[in-house]
């Protein structure tokens, strides 16, 4: 497995995540980095598999659209005891604008 090249948060918030491609929830955000995120998901999410998901930014507000980006699940693994399933995710697709939007707020968290 590859080293990280940014710092991940920690998300406070619950942060849907929504499956793009087959609708409906595929979990929530556990913790998140320009270049990827722990995804908390009441199903399997499986390795190597490419996900088009979509979801908000903590503290942007109602008119902020929503970010869109494809991930690919580096490890995936059987949370203990609550069903629950772990998966550090890459981002592998995002537009330039929802890059800066998710870079902008990371900076806006440094040191929270």
Not at 28 to 43: F, K, V, Y
Not at 50 to 58: A, E, G, H, S
Not at 102 to 112: D, M, P, Q, R, T
């Amino acid at each position: 497995m590859s080293e990280r090249r940014s710092m991940r948060k920690q998300v406070s918030e619950a942060l849907a995540v929504t499956d793009c491609m087959g609708g409906g929830s595929l979990g929530r955000i556990g913790n998140l980095s320009a270049e990827g995120l722990m995804l908390i998901s009441p199903r399997p999410v499986y390795e190597r598999h490419v996900y088009q998901i979509r979801f908000p930014l903590p503290g942007v507000g109602a008119s902020a659209p929503q970010l869109e980006a494809g991930i690919q699940c580096l490890w995936a693994e059987a949370a203990s005891g609550d069903g629950a399933h772990w998966a550090g995710c890459q981002i592998v697709s995002i537009s330039p604008e929802h890059q800066d939007l998710l870079e902008a707020w990371l900076e806006s968290i440094n040191g929270h």
